[in-house]
Nanobody, 123 residues
Framework: QVQLVESGGGLVQAGASLRLSCAASGRTSSNYAMGWFRQAPGKEREFVAAINRNPGSTYYADFVKGRFTISRDSGKNTVYLQMNSLKPEDTAVYYC????????????????WGQGTQVSVSS
């Protein structure tokens, strides 16, 4: 079992930055690829970014490339999502997930999820 707890969400204005954190506990999180997804009201959960097991290749959705950065601190068992130049369309609940699959962009491949953290961006 892996437990994931997200934090760092909030209400910001367009153009601002936020850093989300996902703290993992339980089975060694370094055995899993970690991903961030988001879900807006009335929409399906969608892929945002992922970081693979060591050496830690990263993957991004096209709509966040150049604005968001995913990273992991294995010593702290924590994954981060640095979000810059936020837009109102980034408003959603952001979820952290852990997967043993190589298909890190697929929601269905994730084994564990956190409870989510709300990000709201005003115009």
């Amino acid at each position: 079992q892996v437990q994931l707890v997200e934090s760092g969400g909030g209400l910001v204005q367009a153009g601002a930055s936020l850093r989300l954190s996902c703290a993992a506990s339980g089975r060694t999180s370094s055995n899993y690829a970690m991903g961030w997804f988001r879900q807006a009201p009335g929409k399906e959960r969608e892929f945002v970014a992922a970081i693979n097991r060591n050496p830690g290749s990263t993957y991004y959705a096209d709509f966040v490339k150049g604005r968001f950065t995913i990273s992991r601190d294995s010593g702290k068992n924590t994954v981060y999502l640095q979000m810059n130049s936020l837009k109102p369309e980034d408003t959603a609940v952001y979820y952290c997930g852990a997967t043993s699959s190589w298909f890190v962009k697929r929601v269905q491949g994730y084994d564990y999820w956190g409870q989510g953290t709300q990000v709201s961006v005003s115009s």
